[in-house]
């Protein structure tokens, strides 16, 4: 398994710096949670690693390196994310969407062949993600957190190793939650996590470690507990309204 070394990224907007010499080490297996308040950072970081803005410094996953590289090829690597609004096809099924998330790469009249059978890959990630039961309900019918998970599958089916998950429990109920939170249990066994989260509870609940980052930086990090613990992390917390540290 690999694990995501990031050192001195640092991304700028016009001369303003969004991520400013952020250094980070997110050992394989592990889930990190990134947290910090609104403009922190933390979605530049993630659209750093993946390709979608332009970055200094170095980002690997393994032995890679990942910046400077296409987003199509980093999702090659393994490298593998999802947005607030989860991105499925609502007019297919939730088979068919994980048919063509496993099918990047074949042809497209491979994929538009009637399948006989199931691959494995694709079963598989049906069962993890609990939605076998729905497989062949079309993906707009679904609730909110199922949609969430499907938008994981899609992962799955790819072989990303590396995933990072933005906002996952956003808008989702208490049962879903903890749904979501077993669902990362299960996937890091073999994977790295990363989770961009306002939810308190929720990190409280499933975070394995927390970044926490601030103006472009980072403030701190260490257990759930070290982090709540740090005066700093309370400071910039403060006047945040519902959102507490
Ligand atoms: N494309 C862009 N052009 C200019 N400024 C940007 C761009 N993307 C992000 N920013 C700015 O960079 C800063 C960091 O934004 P980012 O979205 O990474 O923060 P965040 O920690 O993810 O916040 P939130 O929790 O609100 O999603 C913000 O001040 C934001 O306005």
């Known amino acids: 398994m690999s694990g995501l070394r990031i050192r001195d990224l640092r991304v700028s907007f016009d001369g303003f ?4 010499g952020v250094d980070l080490d997110v050992a394989p297996g592990d889930i990190r949670f990134l947290i910090g308040p609104n403009g922190a950072g933390k979605t530049t970081l993630v659209d750093a690693v993946t390709g979608l803005v332009k970055a200094s410094g170095s980002v690997h996953f393994g032995d890679a390196e990942l910046l400077g590289r296409p987003v199509h090829q980093i999702a090659r690597m393994g490298v593998g994310r999802t947005f607030q609004t989860a991105t499925v ?43 076998t039961a729905q497989r062949d309900q079309l993906a707009g019918t679904l609730a909110h957190g199922q949609k969430q998970w499907l938008e994981i599958g899609m992962l799955l089916v790819q072989d990303v190793r590396l995933l990072l998950l933005d906002e996952p429990v956003a808008g989702m109920s208490h049962d879903e939650r903890d749904a ?25 609940s499933f ?12 403030l701190s990090e260490g257990s759930v507990a070290q982090v709540q613990a740090d005066p700093k992390v309370q400071e910039v917390y403060l006047g945040q309204g519902t959102r507490d540290a």
């Open 180 to 204: 979501t939170g077993a669902l990362l249990g299960v996937v890091s066994r073999d994977r790295t996590v990363v989770v961009i989260e306002h939810d308190m509870d929720f990190m409280r």
């Open 89 to 131: 096809f609502e007019e297919l099924t939730v088979l068919q969407n994980l048919d063509i998330a496993a099918g990047a790469g074949r042809s497209p009249w491979s994929l538009l062949r009637r399948r006989t059978s199931v691959p494995t890959v694709v079963s598989e990630a049906l069962e993890t993600i609990n939605l």
């Open 207 to 218: 975070a394995r470690t927390v970044t926490v980052l601030h103006a472009g930086k980072v």
């Open 17 to 20: 710096k969004a991520v400013d």
